[in-house]
C-alpha cells in the first residue's frame, strides 16, 4: 500500500499461483532449472552456502524468464491464506465439475492473520523447501520481538529469512 500510494501506481503481493507461474517459467520439474538437486549451488542460496544469512540478489543464474532468487535466499510472502487442503480441494471439486473451471478463482482469500502463504524457501532451508512446488505457512513465532513501540503490524525480526516480491499489473486497476 505504502509503494503505491508513494508511486501513484498500483502494486501488491502475488497470488501463490502467480508467484509459481513466476518460479516455474514455463518449466514442469522440482525447480526451474530440472530435477537434479546437485545443480541448486547454482540458483540458490540454502542451508549449506548461504553462510547462515540472506544475498544480495542476483549473485546467482535466474530462471528462463530472468527472475532472480525465485529458489531460496528468503521465502516470498504471497496473497494467498495457507491451507494445505485447499488445491486438492479445488482439483476434486473441478473433477466432479469442470465447467467450474472459468470461475474458480486459485487464490485463497486471507480469512485470518495466520498462517499465511510464504514461497520459494530461503537460506535457512534444505533443498526439498525450495522446490518450485514447495510452499510453507507463517506462525505467530516469526512476530514475537518487535522493536518498535506501541507494536507495528509489520514487524518480523525473527522471521529474518522471510522476505517480498511485488507484482505490478499492466493494466492500472480502477481505485473499485
Request: some cysteine.
Amino acid at each position: 500500500k505504502w509503494l503505491s500510494l508513494k508511486t501513484g501506481r498500483f502494486y501488491r503481493l502475488p497470488t501463490e499461483a502467480e508467484w509459481e507461474y513466476a518460479c516455474r517459467a514455463g518449466t514442469t520439474t522440482a525447480y526451474h532449472f530440472g530435477d537434479d538437486v546437485d545443480e541448486l549451488d547454482e540458483y540458490g542460496w540454502y542451508f549449506d552456502n548461504a553462510d547462515d544469512q540472506y544475498q544480495k540478489v542476483g549473485k546467482k543464474k535466474p530462471n528462463p524468464w530472468g527472475l532472480y532468487d525465485m529458489h531460496g535466499n528468503v521465502s516470498e510472502w504471497v496473497l494467498d491464506q495457507y491451507d494445505k487442503k485447499f488445491y486438492s480441494a479445488m482439483a476434486k471439486q473441478l473433477e466432479e465439475n469442470p465447467e467450474l473451471h472459468a470461475f474458480l478463482s486459485p487464490l485463497n482469500s486471507p480469512k485470518k492473520l495466520y498462517p499465511r502463504v510464504v514461497r520459494g524457501g530461503s537460506w535457512d532451508d534444505d533443498p526439498d523447501r525450495l522446490r518450485s512446488a514447495a510452499r510453507r505457512g507463517s506462525t505467530k513465532s516469526w512476530k514475537v520481538k518487535d522493536p518498535q513501540l506501541p507494536k507495528s503490524i509489520w514487524y518480523h525480526t525473527d522471521a529474518p529469512f522471510v522476505g517480498f516480491r511485488v507484482v505490478r499489473p499492466l493494466k492500472q486497476p480502477s481505485l473499485k
